[in-house]
């Protein structure tokens, strides 16, 4: 029997997807082998599935836990629409795949757990194995559970610790797979276990085991190799959504000289970003978990009067009860960021799905005219640079700004070129000297048209601010009917100022021209994935993507009048055309939306622009 | 024991805590008098006067911070204690003091108001009680007494009434105070003290509304009833009160009682001493409960108990990371865990 290694296919770009219960560690299974990913060199993406309820009842459907990478020779901007092969620890994460993978896709199952009573839990009627239903895929049929029991025999472990380490028997069989290296993995074991040398040495050899019974079956004819990415030369590291949020915050508040303050109540998916912050006290960085959302932000207004570079973190059912709040900063001219992680909604929605239907209420969500900065992240890593953009706005210029990302990027992960701090932009809030005679606190700069912020416990500045319409200049309480106009529209001027200090809107292949496909936000990598892959068989096709949102960029009706056909793509109903058609309303848009808590696949993105283009 | 926080003494007066603004509470308002105890107050705690910051949320008396020279925040309906907290939790320097209504605090902010108790920043709270929705025109508040006939009770209302010392002493509160808005001297004083106290400290004004509400205290603050219904409470002394510093609180198996002096052979001696420095809330909460007719209304500090505060046990923390964390800067931190390097 010759070694399978003799036999290496070269791929550019493979998709795998772990699932199984969501105690069978899948979760741990799919970030190791992204960390081999890593070191190999090949770009990725990541997207952890898993389920609302933390401990759904096992062996059933809506229990599946899923982990899927999306790794290549080229740039990676997705964590890909349908997985190449499948690890279906049980039935019911098999049935609850099937979708999700290629007609072809290869499927190592545990037949330990194909028994009887698993396939009635799965909703099977019979063996999915023996039914015929897999026909067309390669289904390699591995009794994981009784061969890591048996790889831990001397160990002595219970039996309960034994089958823990079930998961790393199918890490061991995608490493020899895909030709990987086991020593990073093995090294992961010996810190996170330090304290228990058994559950080490038991990793070690499940893994060992797996990789091993993958060279002796017969079922793999070949394995698989991907050659290192074209990446930009530098220091590199993986980071989620969420993660790169929290160190955005953290890097603008360093390069600010103010201190981080961070008012919030858990919600998913944003809970992570207060769980990062609230771990990072030494940069003098405060997490105030408070009672309610209500509390999060009113705090935060709280400390930004006080000089903190403040912030309230949320999804949709908390952006809702900030509303009233988010008017308290428009009004006093206050810097605050509100990070809204959109999932699905109305209500609590889908609480661990994705959606972009939060763009209208980010706009326009409160009563009287109260506009505010709006800029959504458009990936995983975008999300560090958008964080550190939403402070530097919202210092800058005296105004709440709302950074919207969505659950997809939130847990999302990619891979982040690691910048240094001292290379990002400037941050220089107004801040007012001690004894300043020409302080007024309503007096604006000629330019940004925003306020001074006068901190308290600095000499010569005391003044009020609050809710009530204020006077111009004076910042007086003031009913005058022409001063509240003066005021409104200058608040809103402010905003649409802003316009000067933001990038243009770029596009993506031909500058005029028949179709002109939009985006925003988060869905940026599928349609850029799309449209990269049909301009390579030959399309003409371009692509705008917007990140700043309130206001627009100030070249966007340029861009807009030079294409025939405008397609505006989102994960609503049109929320982002209509504010098009609102702004813009002499072009003629289509739309192409879903609503499914699940993002564009790159397929049916293209798919429906070939359609157009064809017609 | 008691929290006290002792200051030196700067040159300040009165006059510099005045605005310009012109003070709108109607004439009559028990809101102007609690205005002049706080702006006798302010200049003798020997804080600087840009150290002071004075937010509130939406009412007649939440309009306050206009009212006074100092940095002042007026926020949104009910959420006066969140605002307060984070100008504490950024700034633990800055002397805050959080002005709100029984609407604000009682109804609307109910959730803020127990967990600021609960966290304990040193924020100085002054709740003006006047039992009725002042700025909205005179609709009953959760302090309404139960039956109480207002615009939206035309009937009088279906529900029983909070006493906000019952939920401070509830949520673990470590100072309750209660004033009437007649009384300038003693509002400074407790005033005075409520500043001193580390920790947050909770004023319940009994305010009077001449519009709304008028006389809603009158038992406890008229002339002629005041004497027999006020109980002053001070460290250390019996609960003595009446015009003729006749009547005093007894403890009775588990209940407070009122007693005559020199009637059954009570002497004075069997009369309860307060303390208001004893963690045990037995006693507090069972003042605070008290009401006219059948009890004199304590006033006072009813309670004043040490504890470390909220801001302290965040910034030691922020202190003690600073010493001993491995990240020293943003830079550090974006190169913990697993990177790799591209050549
Ligand atoms: C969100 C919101 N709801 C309702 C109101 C209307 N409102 C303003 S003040 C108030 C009640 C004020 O009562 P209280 O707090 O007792 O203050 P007072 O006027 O009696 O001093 C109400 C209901 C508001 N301003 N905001
Ligand atoms: S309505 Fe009542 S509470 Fe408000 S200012 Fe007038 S008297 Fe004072
Ligand atoms: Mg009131």
């Known amino acids: 029997m010759s070694d399978k290694k003799d036999r290496v296919i ?26 081999s990913t890593a070191i190999v060199g090949n770009d990725f993406a990541t997207f952890p599935d898993y389920p609302a309820e933390i401990r759904a009842p096992q062996g059933t459907v809506s229990g599946v836990s899923g982990f899927q990478i999306h790794f290549g020779d080229m740039d990676i901007h997705t964590s890909g629409d349908q997985a190449d092969v499948l690890v279906a620890m049980n039935p019911a994460s098999l049935k609850a795949n099937m979708n999700w993978i290629t007609r072809d896709a290869i499927i190592i199952v545990d037949t330990d757990a194909f028994v009887e009573k698993n396939f009635k839990k799965a909703g099977y009627d019979e063996n999915p194995l023996t039914d015929g239903s897999l026909t067309g895929h390669l289904v390699i049929e591995a009794p994981i559970t009784t061969m890591t029991k048996e790889a831990v025999k001397e160990l002595q472990l219970d039996n309960k610790s034994a089958q823990k380490s079930k998961n790393m028997f199918a890490l061991g069989m995608v490493f020899f797979m895909f030709n990987r290296d086991y020593e990073g993995t093995f090294k992961f074991f010996e810190d996170k276990f330090k304290s228990n040398p058994l559950v080490v040495e038991a990793n070690k050899k499940v893994l060992l085991a797996g990789y091993h019974f993958a060279n002796t079956i017969e079922a793999f004819a070949n394995t698989y190799k991907i050659e290192p990415a074209p990446l930009k030369k530098g220091l590199y590291r993986n980071v989620t959504g969420n993660l790169a949020t ?41 997490a105030f978990q408070a009672e309610d959302e209500i509390a999060g932000i009113v705090s935060a207004i709280g400390a930004s009067y006080a000089g903190s570079l403040a912030l309230t973190t949320t999804s949709g059912p908390g952006l809702s009860l900030k509303s009233e709040a988010i008017g308290l900063a428009v009004m006093t001219e206050l810097p605050i960021v509100i990070v809204d992680v959109q999932r699905g909604g109305p209500s609590t929605g889908l609480p661990t799905k994705s959606e972009q239907s939060d763009l209208m209420q980010a706009l326009f969500g409160r009563n009287g005219e109260a506009p505010v900065i709006v800029i959504a992240a458009t990936s995983s890593s975008d999300c560090f640079y958008s964080a550190y953009e939403a402070s530097k706005l919202a210092l800058e210029h005296m105004t709440p700004v709302i950074l919207l990302t969505d659950g997809a990027l939130a847990n999302g992960s ?60 004076t910042g007086h309480v003031s009913y005058d009917p022409l001063n509240h106009e003066k005021m409104v529209k200058t608040r809103q001027e402010k905003v649409d100022r802003v316009a000067e200090y933001i990038p243009e809107l770029s596009v993506i292949g031909e500058k005029e021209g028949d179709i002109l496909v939009i985006g925003w936000g988060g869905t940026y990598g599928v349609i850029l994935t799309a449209i990269e892959e049909l301009r390579e068989e030959g399309q003409k096709i371009s692509f ?51 609503v499914q808590g699940l993002p564009f696949m790159v397929s049916e993105l293209k798919a429906h622009f070939s359609s157009l283009l064809n017609e | 024991m008691e929290n006290i926080i002792e200051t030196p003494k700067l040159a300040l007066t009165k006059k510099d805590f005045e605005s310009d603004r012109m003070v709108k509470w109607c004439p009559g308002c028990g809101d102007h008098a609690i205005l002049k105890a706080v702006e006798n107050v302010f200049p003798e705690l020997g804080i600087p006067k840009e150290n002071f910051v004075v937010v509130s949320g939406i009412g007649c008396s939440s309009r306050f911070p206009y009212y006074m020279n100092t940095y002042g925040v007026h926020g949104i309906h009910g959420r006066a204690a969140a605002l307060a907290t984070g100008v504490k939790l950024a700034n633990p320097e800055l002397s805050v003091w959080m002005i709100t209504g029984d609407g604000d605090s009682m109804a609307i902010g109910g959730n803020h108001f127990i967990h600021v ?73 407790v005033f005075t003290e409520a500043a001193k106290h580390k920790g947050t400290s909770v004023v319940e004004i009994l305010e009077n509304c001449v519009i709304f509400n008028n006389q809603i205290h009158a038992l406890i603050t008229s002339r002629d009833t005041k004497d027999e219904n006020q109980l002053f409470l001070e460290a250390g002394e019996p609960m003595i009160f009446g015009k003729e510093r006749d009547k005093g609180i007894v403890l009775r198996g588990t209940n407070l009682e009122v007693v005559k002096i020199g009637e059954n052979g009570i002497t004075e001696k069997d009369i309860l001493v307060h303390d208001p420095h004893t963690e045990d809330s037995g006693i507090h909460v069972m003042l605070a409960s008290m009401m006219p007719p059948e009890f004199p209304a304590a006033l006072g500090v009813i309670r004043s108990v040490k504890s470390h505060t909220f801001e302290e046990l965040v910034w030691n923390s922020v202190e003690h990371e600073k010493k001993t964390s491995k990240l020293k800067n943003v830079d550090d931190l974006l190169h913990t865990g697993n990177t790799w390097v591209k050549q």
Request: proline share 8%.
């Open chain 2, 117 to 189: 108790v609960r966290r304990n920043p040193d924020i100085n709270i002054l709740l003006f009680n006047n039992k009725i929705y002042g700025l909205t025109k005179g609709q009953f508040s959760p302090t309404s007494p139960e039956g109480s006939k207002t615009k939206t009770s035309p009937q009088g209302t279906y529900e029983a009434p909070f006493n906000p010392g019952e939920l401070v002493i509830g949520a673990h509160g470590k100072f309750f105070a209660r004033v009437v808005d007649t009384n300038i001297k003693m509002m400074s004083q």
């Open chain 1, 414 to 473: 990619e891979v982040f070129l690691i910048p240094q701090v001292a290379s990002l932009p400037e941050i220089v809030p107004p801040i007012v000297k001690a004894n300043d005679p020409d302080f007024k606190p309503y007096k604006r700069d000629e330019k940004k048209l925003n306020r001074p912020w006068a901190i308290p416990g600095t000499e010569g500045l005391r003044h009020r601010v609050g809710g009530l319409e204020k006077e111009d200049v």
């Open chain 1, 246 to 286: 929290a160190w955005g915050f953290l890097a603008a508040a360093e390069r600010s000289g103010r201190n981080l303050f961070l008012g919030s109540y858990p919600i998913t998916p944003a809970s992570e970003i207060l769980q990062e912050i609230s771990k990072h006290k030494q940069f003098t960085a405060i």
């Open chain 1, 544 to 594: 705008a993507h917007f990140k700043h949102i309130m206001p627009l960029p100030k070249n966007t009706g340029d861009v807009l009048s030079k294409y025939k056909r405008i397609i505006v793509c989102e994960n609503n109903l049109g929320q982002f055309v209509n504010y098009l058609r609102m702004n813009f309303p002499m072009y003629d848009y289509l739309q192409y939306n879903k």
């Open chain 1, 10 to 35: 070269e791929l550019k770009n493979a998709v795998i997807r772990f699932a199984g219960d969501s105690g069978d560690g899948m979760q741990l299974t799919g970030s190791l082998f992204s960390d």
